[in-house]
């Protein structure tokens, strides 16, 4: 029971308790300690507490409360327009959330109680926001394969923090259930290291024409110029078709070691964090679901673009018997362009266009349909 309900089972019975006679308050002593599972001692102590306290005695203990039930349900407000990530993603894009919330006439908070959100630290944040979080962990399935061409391809073992816009990283995701077999539909997914920029493309199966294809839609939609490829140790990378069109295209291409997922860090966050927890773990295997999944990418990555921050570890040291990373400022990727100096005013201001036409309320709902789309979809294919 929480404190609360037990101080209104104390209440309930502390006039009798104070009146009876000695059977009787043994009685009342045994149906409170049942009731509150309480010893039979610190029932006799509250009481005598409740009893003898004065009428004028208000509850005094603990600091004031400051961020009250109104401030709570604002940040989950905003929490939710951030798609639930964590605090330290959220913090520093609580003033744009609500605004966006406040154009649709959806923000029915008062200004005392947004200023109050907006001046919430991140500790404070944070612990907030662990109250709210329910974590699932879910692990899938992977169709990595060696590859024979490994030797023409470099493992790159340099360090991914501070270069400049153009390097890519790039993997698979695949889309089987919990049946690795037959034709399904698998999601490439991109990520630009330095502007921390993704775009995602689904296709049918893992051939090598199809993923390069893939590949090429999602470099044209990264605001910056092509000038490497880095990916995992899979065949769906690793394979003369591809190196010859990376060769042709005057890209350089590099790949990570097996099991090493630190080769390419910023790949693996990204698939974890966007498409399993948007798209899911079920099966998708058939043609319809690629043009699905692809009509929810087009809007899901202008969302996490524009409207969803991200931070990079940039430095990663040991103290005592644990590590200790440090992290950049929390930004957008919308935000990395266009403080970057090596990108071009002209896609700066082709971004900024855009973005003002944008709105993260919006673009979530879109998104919901969308996804509502691909399930009905799925529920077709699965019931023939």
């Given at each position: 029971?929480?404190?609360k309900?037990?101080?209104?089972v104390?209440?309930e019975?502390?006039n009798?308790y104070?009146?009876?006679?000695?059977?009787?308050?043994?009685?009342i002593?045994d149906?409170v300690?049942i009731?509150?599972?309480?010893?039979?001692k610190?029932?006799?102590?509250a009481?005598?507490?409740?009893?003898t306290?004065?009428?004028?005695?208000?509850?005094?203990?603990?600091?004031?409360v400051?961020y009250?039930?109104?401030?709570?349900?604002?940040?989950?407000?905003?929490?939710?327009v951030?798609?639930?990530c964590?605090?330290e993603?959220?913090?520093?894009?609580?003033a744009?959330?609500?605004e966006?919330?406040?154009?649709?006439d959806?923000?029915?908070?008062?200004?005392l109680?947004?200023?109050?959100?907006?001046q919430?630290?991140l500790g404070?944040?944070?612990?907030?926001?662990?109250?709210?979080?329910?974590?699932?962990?879910l692990?899938g399935?992977?169709?990595?394969?060696?590859?024979?061409?490994?030797?023409?391809v470099?493992?790159?073992?340099g360090?991914?923090?501070g270069?400049?816009?153009?390097?890519?990283q790039f993997d698979?995701?695949?889309?089987?259930?919990?049946?690795l077999?037959?034709?399904?539909v698998y999601?490439?997914?991109?990520?630009d290291?330095?502007?921390?920029w993704?775009?995602?493309?689904?296709?049918w199966n893992?051939?090598?024409?199809a993923?390069?294809?893939?590949?090429?839609?999602i470099?044209?939609?990264i605001?910056?110029?092509?000038?490497s490829?880095?990916?995992?140790?899979?065949?769906?990378?690793?394979?003369?078709?591809?190196?010859?069109?990376?060769?042709?295209?005057?890209?350089?291409?590099?790949?990570?070691?097996?099991?090493?997922k630190?080769?390419n860090?910023?790949?693996?966050?990204?698939n974890?964090?966007?498409?399993?927890?948007?798209?899911g773990?079920?099966?998708?295997?058939?043609?319809h679901?690629?043009?699905?999944?692809?009509?929810l990418?087009?809007?899901?990555?202008l969302?996490?673009?524009?409207?969803?921050?991200?931070?990079r570890?940039?430095k990663?040291?040991?103290?005592?018997?644990?590590?200790?990373?440090r992290?950049?400022?929390v930004?957008?990727p919308?935000a990395?362009?266009?403080?970057h100096?090596?990108?071009?005013?002209?896609?700066?201001?082709?971004?900024k266009?855009?973005?003002?036409?944008?709105?993260?309320v919006?673009?979530?709902?879109?998104?919901a349909?969308?996804k509502t789309i691909?399930?009905?979809?799925?529920e077709?294919?699965?019931?023939k």
């Amino acid at each position: 029971m929480t404190m609360k309900a037990i101080k209104e089972v104390l209440l309930e019975f502390k006039n009798d308790y104070w009146r009876g006679d000695k059977k009787e308050k043994g009685r009342i002593l045994d149906t409170v300690c049942i009731t509150t599972k309480m010893h039979r001692k610190a029932v006799v102590r509250a009481f005598k507490r409740l009893c003898t306290k004065p009428k004028r005695d208000t509850e005094s203990r603990g600091r004031p409360v400051i961020y009250g039930a109104d401030v709570q349900a604002a940040l989950f407000a905003v929490w939710e327009v951030g798609a639930f990530c964590c605090a330290e993603l959220l913090h520093s894009e609580v003033a744009v959330y609500s605004e966006a919330l406040r154009s649709l006439d959806a923000w029915p908070y008062d200004d005392l109680t947004t200023g109050l959100l907006r001046q919430l630290s991140l500790g404070e944040m944070k612990r907030r926001i662990g109250k709210l979080r329910t974590k699932h962990q879910l692990k899938g399935r992977s169709t990595t394969t060696p590859s024979t061409i490994k030797r023409k391809v470099p493992v790159y073992a340099g360090s991914w923090r501070g270069r400049d816009p153009g390097h890519r990283q790039f993997d698979s995701v695949v889309h089987c259930g919990d049946r690795l077999q037959g034709d399904m539909v698998y999601t490439i997914n991109g990520v630009d290291t330095a502007l921390m920029w993704s775009n995602r493309q689904a296709q049918w199966n893992k051939g090598e024409i199809a993923t390069l294809a893939s590949v090429e839609h999602i470099e044209s939609n990264i605001p910056s110029n092509t000038l490497s490829r880095h990916s995992d140790s899979g065949s769906e990378f690793l394979n003369f078709y591809f190196l010859n069109a990376s060769e042709r295209a005057e890209v350089n291409q590099t790949r990570s070691r097996s099991g090493k997922k630190n080769d390419n860090a910023f790949i693996e966050e990204r698939n974890g964090s966007i498409v399993r927890k948007w798209i899911g773990y079920d099966r998708y295997d058939t043609p319809h679901h690629v043009v699905a999944l692809n009509n929810l990418y087009e809007v899901l990555d202008l969302y996490l673009n524009h409207f969803q921050a991200v931070r990079r570890c940039i430095k990663r040291e040991r103290v005592g018997a644990r590590y200790v990373r440090r992290y950049d400022q929390v930004m957008t990727p919308y935000a990395r362009t266009l403080a970057h100096p090596l990108i071009s005013d002209e896609t700066k201001d082709r971004l900024k266009a855009e973005h003002a036409t944008l709105n993260p309320v919006t673009l979530l709902k879109e998104i919901a349909k969308l996804k509502t789309i691909l399930a009905k979809i799925n529920e077709r294919s699965q019931s023939k």
